[in-house]
């Protein structure tokens, strides 16, 4: 349960923080904006796994050996499954 609610949080942020960055413009235009998404998917996608994979640590759910490899593996689906959603 604490897992998912880390997970909305998570992606609750990544999506207030590119609505922020386009203001009044839900659209994107310009170059500019699109490098925003990106910068935001990526920076976003980075502080889920961390923040996920460590809350994960914390309650027992990961051992500790295993930390890394786990940020890993989020991350490389993370990244997997925006590179096929995007287009």
Do not use: D
Not at 37 to 66: C, D, M, R
């Amino acid at each position: 349960m604490l897992g998912n609610a880390v997970l909305v949080a998570c992606y609750a942020s990544i999506a207030f923080s590119f609505r922020y960055l386009l203001k009044k413009r839900p659209q994107i235009h310009e170059r500019n904006q699109l490098l925003k998404l990106g910068l935001v998917l990526v920076i976003g996608a980075a502080t889920t796994a961390f923040v996920y994979v460590f809350t994960q640590s914390l309650i027992g759910g990961i051992p500790n050996e295993s930390v890394w490899e786990a940020v890993h593996r989020f991350l490389s689906g993370i990244y997997l499954g925006s590179l096929l959603s995007c287009p």
